[in-house]
Structure formats: C-alpha cells, structure tokens
C-alpha cells in the first residue's frame, strides 16, 4: 500500500513564476492537506481540501490556491513567486473524522530564485 | 484556539541514556495529541498519538508519552537513546472544532552522541 505520494521532489522556480505540486493520498483517505515548512521552523497549515471542497484555510495570501479531484488527489498552486516561497511543502492525508491517524508525504522542495 | 510550546529548541543526548522532549499544549476543546519524527531532508514520521484513550500513549522505536490534562503536558520519552533518534521532533495539537488542521510546535532537535 503505497503511502502519500507527492511530485515533483525537488524545483527550482524564478520570482515571479507559477508552480504546481501534486499529491496522491494514501488508499482510503479522503482528505488532503497541505503544508510549508520554512527552513528550521515547523510546518504551516495552508488548506485542507475535502469532497472537492477547500474546507479550512490557513494565513496564507490567496496566492496559494488548491484543488482537489474526484480522486481525491490534490495539487497546490502558487502564484507570483516570492523568494520567502522557498519552503519544503507537505501534503498531509486521512479520512475524514476527528482522531484519525494523518499520514504526511515526503515533501516537495521549492526553491525561488 | 490551539497551541502547543516545546520547551528545548535542542536537547543532547549520550547514546544509551533516556531521552526526554517536553511538550505543553493548549486547547479550547478536546485534543488529540501527536508526536512526529523528521530526519533530515525527509518527511514527517508519526511516532504515537493520543485521542482521549489511555494517558500513557506507546509508540514506534519505544517512544511514549503521557497525556496530563491537569498540566497540559504531553512529554515524549524513551529509555534508551540510539544514534537513529538524531532528528526533529514536532509535537502536533488537533482540536474537534479544527476541521483537522494540525498545530505544530517549533520542534526540538535531538542530537545523540557516542
């Protein structure tokens, strides 16, 4: 059973530019959330996506928007890249119920320029 | 609201010794608690987690930990450290009415030496 999935692992992006970031969530869960881990900080909630919906939303500029797909896997976008952009970013899934056991990715590193 | 403070940014260790990581949360409703694990350039492990069941919580690789609600505490142990543990450990507060956002405290890094 594979786990979270997320693509690419490794980017680098010019300021200004648009990325997208993928995840795949592990078999069974219904609910992505996505997170940015600046260098020697703890990861940041940005949103969380269920049933297609974006469900709860950190502090982040609308910039940063998602979706998700029937399959329930998800993509993060962000818009006009800012070098405080560069940040490893995690995708996080579950089902969907409090207490449920979260299950983080391996992460995607993004490096503004 | 929620938030959780750990109380060492780093904590050293001798290979063999008991390793201990605090953690004090605050929450307006029932949490559930976690410890995650990051080694280096991976992503976040989960090491146990606590969801108003038994207050002494058993993990992967030996970790517990225990759920005090008088002190707000949930600090992370392990009798015996070995050299693997080096790596950042998050403690991870969940609320009901979060709709699953998780709240992460800054972390504590472990360093284990010979």
């Known amino acids: 059973d594979a786990g979270v999935t997320q693509s690419p692992t490794h980017l680098i992006k010019t300021r200004g530019q648009q990325v997208t970031l993928r995840c795949s969530p592990k078999?069974?869960?219904?609910?992505v959330s996505w997170y940015q881990q600046a260098l020697g900080q703890g990861p940041q909630f940005i949103f969380q996506y269920y049933e297609e919906e974006e469900r709860q939303r950190g502090n982040f500029p609308d910039r940063f928007s998602g979706h998700q797909f029937p399959n329930y896997s998800s993509e993060l976008n962000v818009n006009a890249l800012l070098l405080g952009d560069s940040a490893l970013y995690l995708c996080a899934s579950s089902q969907t119920g409090f207490g449920n056991t979260i299950y983080f990715g391996e992460g995607s590193w993004l490096t503004v320029v | 609201a929620q938030s959780v403070t750990q109380l060492d940014s780093h904590v050293s260790v001798s290979e063999g010794t008991p390793v201990l990581l605090r953690c004090n949360y605050s929450?307006?409703?029932?949490?559930?608690l976690f410890w995650y694990v990051q080694h280096p350039n991976k992503g976040l492990q989960l090491l146990l987690k606590y969801t108003s069941a038994a207050t002494l919580v058993k993990g992967i690789n030996g970790f517990e930990a225990e759920f005090k609600k008088s002190e707000t505490s949930f600090h992370l142990t392990k009798p015996s450290a070995h050299m693997s543990d080096a790596a950042e450990y998050f403690c991870?507060?969940?609320?009901?009415?979060?709709?699953?956002?998780?709240?992460f405290g800054a972390g504590t890094q472990v360093v284990v030496t010979p």
């Open positions: 991870v507060v969940i609320s009901t009415d979060s709709w699953g956002k998780l709240q």
């Open positions: 078999s069974g869960h219904d609910t």
């Open positions: 929450s307006s409703y029932s949490p559930s």
